[in-house]
């Protein structure tokens, strides 16, 4: 098939869950065009003769307080979908890719070219930005004017139905990973260049935003510091928040057991000298990043919003606690920290568990679902 996707090319899950199918479908014969602001950033380093990226041009005027980005990339997917000669477009993350691919179907309509349009549902684009008043409209509109809907777990499917008006079937894909990437590689010369090799190492990975509470992350590792002296905690990501975040630890004087390692490209190496991973997040709507780390064998200790219980699963891969109970989380991360056979059972049961989750499994399942909404719109799309 020839494949457009539209995602946004920064650190955040729903571009890094967007590349990787792009690459995992590049690699199954497929031709897949990307359509984004910038490179996105896990497409670097990959050279096929089979994924191209397009990109979106904004134009700048002394008019416009904010370039119409919308605009912009609905004028791009005219051009890529009419002279790629798409079968099918993939947007992910609503806001606001799935109102400009509707505007794109709607020209290219005029034009005698049709073009199916799958949505994939992310998470913040439904449970913090998309119901906002100023976009819900736009974001139910368009959602229900896709030809297919996905949400990454079955919590994000529910929090849709309930919070929008929504006409369409919505099938849900988990997140992926690939296994080959992220495995337990433990390198003892790396642990040594952030703590001693006895110490227990906890990580956590974000884009620092408010609703990853990672002044959580660092108050449960306080708790756990006090009681195991030998405990490290790795910060890995930037964002909004870390500078607060920087103040606390050294207000607190916690600076020497804590590392902020900044954005990372590649983490697998990083989360294999780690024993816990912590999310505290307020809302997740699955957690890629705890499924990361448990491909690295690294037991989650997390909050129970949103799909988190569906990835780690409470008392197996880790613990799963209510939002914001940082005593909880705390009391769960001395006894991972302390128990090195609870600990080796449940990395056991991470390496395992997160195999279900292979991109081996997951990405038949877009493929599939791209054959189904193709052959639909044959039937719907008017002609
Ligand atoms: O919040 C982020 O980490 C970024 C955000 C995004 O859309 O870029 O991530 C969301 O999508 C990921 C991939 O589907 C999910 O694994 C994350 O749980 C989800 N984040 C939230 O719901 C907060």
Redesign the pocket.
């Known amino acids: 098939m020839n494949i457009g996707i539209v995602c ?1 090319p920064t650190y ?6 967007a590349t990787e199918l792009g690459i995992a479908l590049g690699e199954m014969g497929h031709k897949v065009h990307f359509i984004s602001s910038s490179l996105p950033a896990r497409l670097n380093n990959t050279f096929y003769s089979n994924v191209f990226f397009h990109e979106v041009r904004n134009m700048e005027y002394p008019l416009f307080e904010y370039s119409p980005y919308e605009t912009a990339l609905s004028s791009k997917l005219v051009d890529v979908i009419t002279y790629e000669k798409l079968d099918i477009l993939h947007v992910h ?1 609503a806001v606001p890719h799935a109102s400009a691919a509707f505007m794109a179907k709607q020209i290219l309509q005029t034009k005698g070219i049709k073009i199916p349009v799958i949505t994939t549902l ?4 439904i ?2 930005v998309g119901n906002d008043p100023s976009y819900a409209p736009v974001v139910q509109f368009s959602i229900n004017m896709s030809d297919g809907v996905t949400a ?1 777990s079955h919590s994000l499917k529910s929090d849709t139905l309930y919070k929008f008006a929504i006409e369409k079937e919505i099938e849900v894909i988990h ?1 992926f990973i690939d296994t080959s990437k992220f495995y337990r590689n433990f390198d003892i010369d790396l642990k040594s260049r952030f703590g001693d090799k006895d110490d227990v190492f906890f990580v956590h990975v ?2 620092f ?1 408010p ?1 990853k509470r990672v002044l959580d992350v660092v108050k449960i590792f306080e708790e756990v510091n006090g009681i195991v002296p030998q405990s490290k905690l790795l910060m890995i990501g930037d964002g909004p928040e870390r500078h607060k975040l920087e103040e606390y630890c050294r207000t607190q004087g916690l600076c020497d057991n804590i590392h902020f390692l900044g954005k990372k490209d590649s983490i697998s190496t990083l989360l294999s000298i780690c024993d816990v991973f912590l999310m505290p ?1 307020a ?7 705890a499924l990361e780390a448990m491909a690295c064998g690294v037991p989650v200790i997390s909050s129970n919003v ?2 988190i219980p569906e990835v780690n699963i409470d008392g197996k891969t880790g613990f799963v606690c209510a939002l914001g109970d940082v005593a909880a989380m705390s009391s769960k991360a001395i006894q991972l920290a302390t128990d090195k056979a609870l600990w080796k059972q449940f990395s056991d049961e991470c390496l395992r568990f997160s195999k279900e989750f292979d991109i081996a499994h997951i990405v038949p399942k877009y493929e599939a679902y791209y054959h189904q909404i193709v052959q639909e719109s044959m039937v719907t799309l008017p002609s």
């Open positions: 946004y955040g899950g729903s571009g890094v869950l993350y992310h998470g913040t684009d449970t913090l990454v997140n974000s884009n935003r609703v997040s809302k997740e709507s699955f957690g890629l990043a949103g799909g």
